[in-house]
C-alpha cells in the first residue's frame, strides 16, 4: 500500500481550499454561534442564507449556510483555481476522465464547476468571488475567536489512499500521513497553498464530512471563543480541546456548532513549500496521539455531517482508535480508591 | 447550617498560605517536574531536600520536597504571620483554646510554630525567612509555567463548617461557599491576603490534602507549560483542564506531580479587600459548573495526598459530583451511532 | 534624607487607593475613550456626571467623571477604610493633627471624609460604596483593554519624603523608593494592598497628578487597547510604551484621555505582604531605566491634570531625566550620516 | 508611473524569500543575539561562519553569518526555487537577458545560482538545501521571540519601479504599493508565496539593505525577545516598535543586531493567494502611518546594511518621511510649559 504521487504537471491549478456550503435547520442560531462564538463576519443574509466570511477575508464567503427542514448536512466543499481559464481546464480534464461536471451559478461567486471527487465529496471550483474590504485590524469589532479564514477540510472515507490519489492528481502535495499496523495508510493530509492541509482524508465509513478548520490568531482568541461559548449558551458545544496536535501543527479546538457540524479553530499552522519537504509518515500507536491534552470523545471519531447525495460505506478493516472514554476506563482501573468511606 | 462568622478582631495576624512541605519517593524526577513544568526556582538543594521558590518570591521558599520511601504524603501546611510578636500571640491563643502548639526550628525560617488545625491538617505559622532575589523580570531564564508565587491550600474534610471556623476565628474572611440541596454547605473559600482563597474545604472524607495553586502570570504560560510537560515526559500528569472555574475566579489547569500531589497553575485571581466583598454563595445544581471544559474526572474528586499524622474519617453525606466519566456516559447514550458499520 | 518609617499601629485602616474623581470639557469622547480603548463600563450616567467601573469591581465605581467648562482637573483622589469606624477614627486622628477633615455626602457612597494631605493632594475615605455585580467572566462584553480594577495614583510633589511621612503614619508601607546623587529621594511607592503601589509620590513641582493605574489581565489587553485607540481616532492618546518598568514591577502603557489626563495600563504587579519585604533602593543612573522600551518623552516628565485647589511650587532642586527627545538627540550625534546624497 | 505587471507564465518557478548571508565583526556576540533574542537555531559553526534556522524550518539555514574584520555588510539575499530545473530555466532566462548569472557550490544547499538584480541586490537561487528536524513543538527549548521563519527582504532602491519589474518579470505579484504626491510610486511589497511579502523595495539611495524579517508565533513572543534583549545587554538594540503597521499586515518590532543589521520581528501575515487579490495603493500622508505607535526614528530611515559589490546612488526626488524625532519636535511645540519652575 503506497502513498498516491503527486503530479507536479497538474492539468490546472487549484489553490486552495475556500469555502463550504452548509445546511442548518435554525439559521438564528447557527448566525449566533458563527459570528459572536468564531466571530465570522456576516456579509449577506436573506431569510434562507447567510453567507460569513473570516476577518482577514477579501472573499465574500468562505461559509455559506442555507436554512434545510431536513437533517443538517454538507452540501458542498468548495476550492480555488487560480484563473478562470483553469476552469475549463478543470472541465476538460473531469471529461477526459469521465467524471460528470457542471457549470452552475452561484451567488457571489465567478463560473463555478460543481462536480464529486472519486470518494463522493461534493465539490466546487471557482476563480473568482466578490470582494470586500478586509477585517483583520478593526480590532475594536472583532468577537470570539475572531477567525481570520478558512483553512481545510476533513473527510471520512473507506479507502483514503484512492480518495487521495484524485487529489495529488491535481497537484496536491501529501504532507503527513498515519499508518497503523503493516503500514496500512489511515490518514493523508494533502496541500496546495503554503502549509500542511488543504484536504485531509482518515479512514472510516464515509465519505462524511468530518469537520473544516478556521485559522484565528493566538492561543487568547481561542480561550476567548471558548468564555464566549461558556457565556451565550454554547459551551456544550465544545467537543475536544484546547490542546495541541502530535505531530505538531498546532494548537486546536474542536467545536460543533448548533447543527452539530463539527469545525477546528487552529493556530497558523508550518509553511510547508520546498520540494524538501518530504511527506512525514506518523505510526499511529497506542495511546494519546497528542503532545498533550486527552484524546478525543468517541463523538469525534464516530459523528459527522452527511454530505449531500454521497453513498455510505464501510472500510473492510475498522480502526480501534483510542477514546476518551476507553483512556479513562483503562485509567480508572488502576486507580487508588478513596481511603476510607464511612465515618469510624 | 449557617457560615462561620469572621472574627474582625483576630487574636493575631495571619498573613496569608505561603509554603508546603511534600514528600517524594524520587527527588530528582520531582524536582524535574517542579522546574521544567511548573518553573520553579531551587533555592536549596540536598540529597534528602529541596526547596523551591516561585519567580516573583523573595521568600526563600514556598515548595519544600522531602524524600521519603513511604506513600508520598503532605508534611505540612505554612502559613506567614506579620511580625514575630503574632507568633506569641498565637502561642498564648492556642495554650487559651486547648490546642497543642509547640515552637520548632525550620531551616531557612524564623521562629516557627507547629500545630494541627482542628480539621486535623497539619500547619506551620511563621514570620520571616531568608530572603533571594526576585527573579520575575529575568525571562531569559524562566521555563514551563513559569509560576510566580504560592496561592492557596485545598483540603478535604467530612465537616466544611467545623473546618473552616477555625479559620474565622483567626480572621479568614470567607469569599465564597458553595451548597447542596437544603442549603447543606460543602465547600468554603477563605482569605487573608487579597484575593479569593488562601485556604478552600471541600466535604469528602477527610482530612486530605487536595491540590496547593501556583499562580502563573497570563494563559500563554499554561499552554507553554502543557507543551513542556508533554514534550518531557510528563503529559500523563495532565489532569484537569485547562478549563474556566465558573464562579470566575479564574482560569485554570490542574496538574499531577510524579508523586501523585496534585497542583493548580492558575491565573490572578480577583482582588477582594472591602467590607462590601460579602460571602457569595453558588448552589450547586447538576451539570457541569465550569464556565466551560469537561467536568474534572473521578480522579480529580477522588484521589488526594495523605496529611501526615491525620486520621481520616468521612462525612454522612457523601456527594455525588459530576465526574468526566458519568458526563461521557450520560452523553454517550444520546448519541448516535455511525450511520454504517459494513462495506455493502 | 531618610525614608519615612511606617507606623504599624496606624490610627485607623486606610485597605486601597480605590477611585478617583476628573472633569472632563467633553464627556461623550471621554465615556467613548474609556468605555472603547480602557474597556470601563458604565454603573451610572447623567448629564454631567458618568461613573465607571473596571470589569471585576464590585464597588459601584473607580472613576468619576464630571462635565466642566474650565481647564480639566483632578478634584479627588478616593481611598477605602476597612470598617465605618475607621472613618471616625481617621476623623479624630485629623482633628489630633490639625488637618482639616469633613463628613459629605457622595452619591453611590457610604459617609465620605474629605481632607487634603500634607502635599496639598485633595483625597476622600469612605468604607462602604453600593456594589454591582462583577463582570469580569463575561467576555463577550469585554471591551478594549478590558481594564480590571483601580491600582495606583502618581503625584508630583517638590518634597516626597515630606509628601510620604503622611501616609507611612496611616500605615502605609514603602516598597520602592529612588535615590538621586547623594542619596536625594526623588520617588517613594507606597501600599497598604499586597501589591507595591496604592500612592507615588516623584520629585516636581507639585502637587499635580500625574496619573492612575488601572490593571489588565494580560499584555494582549494591552494590544487590544492600543488597536481599539487606532481604529477610533485615539491614536495620537498613546504617549509611552508598551515597555517594561526597570524595577520589574510590571508591563506598562501610557495613555492620555481625551482631556488630556494620563493614565497607565499595566498587569498585574507583584505581591508584597509579608515583614521582610524591606523597601528597595533604586539609584538613579543617566540612561535609559527602562527594562526595554525607550524612554518616556517630555510631555510624559513634564505636563499633568492640576489637582483642584491645590497651590503648586517648584523643587529646590531640578532634576535632568532622560527625555525621549534628549535620548535621541543623544543617538543622532553618534549616527552614521546617510552614504551616498545626490545620484552620481 | 505605473505598477509593473506580473508575468503569470513566468520562466522559472521562484517560490519564497528564504536565506541570507550577513557579515559580522563579532560571531559570539552574533550567535548569542540571534539564539537568546530572536531565538533561531544553530544548525553548524565554525570559528569563521555560522548558519541558523527558524524553529519551524527544515532547511539547514536561513542566515548565514561570516566573520568579517571590515565594515559589516549583507553578502547575499536568497530565494528557492522549487525543483532542480527551474535552476537551469533561470540560467537560460538570465542568459537571453543578459544578465551575468553562475553556478557555485555553497555549502549545505543544493547547486545554486550567483547573479544581481536590475537594482544590484546580490542574489541566489536554489532548490534544495540539507534538511534537519523542525523544533517548533519542543518548546521547552525554545528562546527569546522563538522566531518561526525567515519570511522576506527589504531593500532601498532609488528607481523601485525599475527594481520591482526584474520580479514581477519572475511571477511575483504586488500585494500594496505606496505612492507619494502626483502617484509616484514610492514602495512596492511582491510576493511569491502565499502572504503579501517576499520581496520589498522602498526608495531612498540604494541599493542598500534595510531589513530581513522573521516570523514570531504570538505577540507574547515579541515581549519575550524584548525582555531577553533587555536582560542580555541588548536593550538598546530595540530600534522601533512594538507596534502595527498602518496597511495592516501584522504587529511588528525592528531590532538592530550587534553588527547593526535590522530585522523585524513580526506576527503571522494575511493570506494572499486568489486573482481577485488586487494590489492595494496606500497614497502616503503627512503623519504617523502606522494604526499606532510612534513613527519610526530617522536611523530607520537612513541607516541601512551595504549590500556587497553594488553601487549606491541616491534618487532624484528625496523623500522627506515623518521621523519620531520630527514627530516630537513638532509636537513639542504645542506642548503645555511647566506651571511653576521655582518653589514660591
Same mark, same amino acid.
Given at each position: 500500500?503506497?502513498?498516491?504521487?503527486?503530479?507536479?504537471? /497538474?492539468?490546472? $491549478? +487549484?489553490?486552495?481550499?475556500?469555502?463550504?456550503? %452548509?445546511?442548518?435547520?435554525?439559521?438564528?442560531?447557527?448566525?449566533?454561534?458563527y459570528?459572536?462564538?468564531v466571530?465570522?463576519? +456576516?456579509?449577506?443574509?436573506? #431569510?434562507?442564507?447567510?453567507?460569513?466570511?473570516? %476577518?482577514?477575508?477579501?472573499?465574500?464567503?468562505?461559509?455559506?449556510?442555507?436554512?434545510?427542514?431536513?437533517?443538517?448536512?454538507?452540501?458542498?466543499?468548495?476550492?480555488?483555481?487560480?484563473?478562470?481559464?483553469?476552469?475549463?481546464?478543470?472541465?476538460?480534464?473531469?471529461?477526459r476522465?469521465?467524471?460528470?461536471a457542471?457549470?452552475?451559478?452561484?451567488? =457571489?461567486?465567478?463560473?463555478?464547476?460543481?462536480?464529486?471527487?472519486?470518494?463522493?465529496t /461534493? %465539490?466546487?471550483?471557482?476563480?473568482?468571488?466578490?470582494?470586500?474590504?478586509r477585517?483583520?485590524?478593526?480590532t475594536?469589532?472583532?468577537?470570539?475567536?475572531? #477567525?481570520?479564514?478558512?483553512?481545510?477540510?476533513?473527510?471520512?472515507? /473507506?479507502?483514503? +489512499?484512492?480518495? #487521495?490519489?484524485?487529489?495529488?492528481?491535481?497537484?496536491?502535495?501529501?504532507?503527513?500521513?498515519?499508518?497503523?499496523?503493516? !503500514?496500512?495508510?489511515? !490518514?493523508?493530509?494533502?496541500?496546495?497553498?503554503?502549509?500542511?492541509?488543504?484536504?485531509? =482524508?482518515?479512514?472510516?465509513? !464515509?465519505?462524511r464530512?468530518?469537520?473544516?478548520?478556521?485559522?484565528?490568531?493566538?492561543?487568547?482568541? +481561542?480561550?476567548?471563543?471558548?468564555?464566549? #461559548?461558556?457565556?451565550?449558551g454554547?459551551?456544550? $458545544?465544545?467537543e475536544?480541546g484546547?490542546?495541541?496536535?502530535?505531530?505538531?501543527?498546532s494548537?486546536?479546538?474542536?467545536?460543533?456548532?448548533?447543527?452539530?457540524?463539527?469545525?477546528?479553530? %487552529?493556530? /497558523?499552522?508550518?509553511?510547508i513549500i520546498?520540494?524538501?519537504?518530504?511527506?512525514?509518515?506518523?505510526?499511529?500507536k497506542?495511546?494519546?496521539?497528542?503532545?498533550?491534552?486527552?484524546?478525543?470523545?468517541?463523538?469525534?471519531?464516530?459523528e459527522?455531517?452527511?454530505?449531500?447525495?454521497?453513498?455510505?460505506?464501510?472500510?473492510?478493516?475498522?480502526?480501534e482508535?483510542?477514546?476518551l472514554?476507553?483512556?479513562? =476506563?483503562?485509567?480508572?482501573d488502576?486507580?487508588?480508591?478513596?481511603?476510607?468511606?464511612?465515618?469510624?
Amino acid at each position: 500500500m503506497s502513498l498516491p504521487q503527486t503530479n507536479v504537471r /497538474p492539468p490546472f $491549478n +487549484v489553490t486552495r481550499a475556500s469555502h463550504l456550503v %452548509l445546511t442548518s435547520r435554525d439559521l438564528a442560531k447557527a448566525r449566533d454561534f458563527y459570528t459572536e462564538v468564531v466571530g465570522l463576519k +456576516v456579509s449577506d443574509e436573506t #431569510a434562507t442564507t447567510i453567507h460569513l466570511r473570516g %476577518l482577514e477575508e477579501r472573499a465574500h464567503h468562505s461559509l455559506t449556510l442555507k436554512r434545510t427542514k431536513e437533517e443538517p448536512a454538507c452540501e458542498r466543499v468548495g476550492f480555488r483555481v487560480f484563473e478562470e481559464e483553469d476552469l475549463e481546464k478543470a472541465k476538460a480534464h473531469f471529461d477526459r476522465c469521465g467524471i460528470p461536471a457542471k457549470f452552475v451559478n452561484v451567488p =457571489f461567486q465567478g463560473r463555478t464547476l460543481h462536480l464529486a471527487d472519486t470518494a463522493g465529496t /461534493p %465539490l466546487e471550483f471557482c476563480a473568482r468571488m466578490k470582494t470586500l474590504p478586509r477585517m483583520q485590524t478593526r480590532t475594536h469589532e472583532h468577537k470570539g475567536a475572531g #477567525a481570520l479564514r478558512m483553512d481545510h477540510f476533513q473527510v471520512l472515507t /473507506p479507502d483514503v +489512499v484512492s480518495a #487521495a490519489s484524485f487529489y495529488t492528481e491535481l497537484g496536491f502535495r501529501v504532507s503527513d500521513y498515519y499508518c497503523a499496523a503493516a !503500514g496500512r495508510i489511515i !490518514g493523508i493530509f494533502m496541500h496546495r497553498k503554503d502549509n500542511p492541509h488543504d484536504m485531509v =482524508f482518515l479512514t472510516r465509513a !464515509g465519505p462524511r464530512f468530518h469537520h473544516f478548520g478556521y485559522i484565528v490568531p493566538e492561543m487568547h482568541h +481561542v480561550v476567548r471563543a471558548l468564555d464566549c #461559548a461558556g457565556n451565550l449558551g454554547f459551551g456544550e $458545544n465544545i467537543e475536544h480541546g484546547p490542546g495541541r496536535h502530535g505531530h505538531g501543527h498546532s494548537y486546536y479546538v474542536y467545536l460543533r456548532d448548533p447543527d452539530g457540524h463539527r469545525l477546528e479553530l %487552529l493556530l /497558523p499552522a508550518i509553511q510547508i513549500i520546498d520540494i524538501d519537504d518530504e511527506p512525514m509518515r506518523y505510526d499511529v500507536k497506542p495511546g494519546n496521539t497528542n503532545l498533550w491534552g486527552l484524546p478525543p470523545p468517541r463523538s469525534w471519531f464516530e459523528e459527522c455531517s452527511p454530505l449531500i447525495g454521497a453513498k455510505v460505506t464501510a472500510p473492510d478493516v475498522q480502526g480501534e482508535p483510542l477514546t476518551l472514554e476507553k483512556y479513562l =476506563f483503562a485509567k480508572g482501573d488502576a486507580a487508588k480508591p478513596e481511603p476510607v468511606k464511612k465515618r469510624a
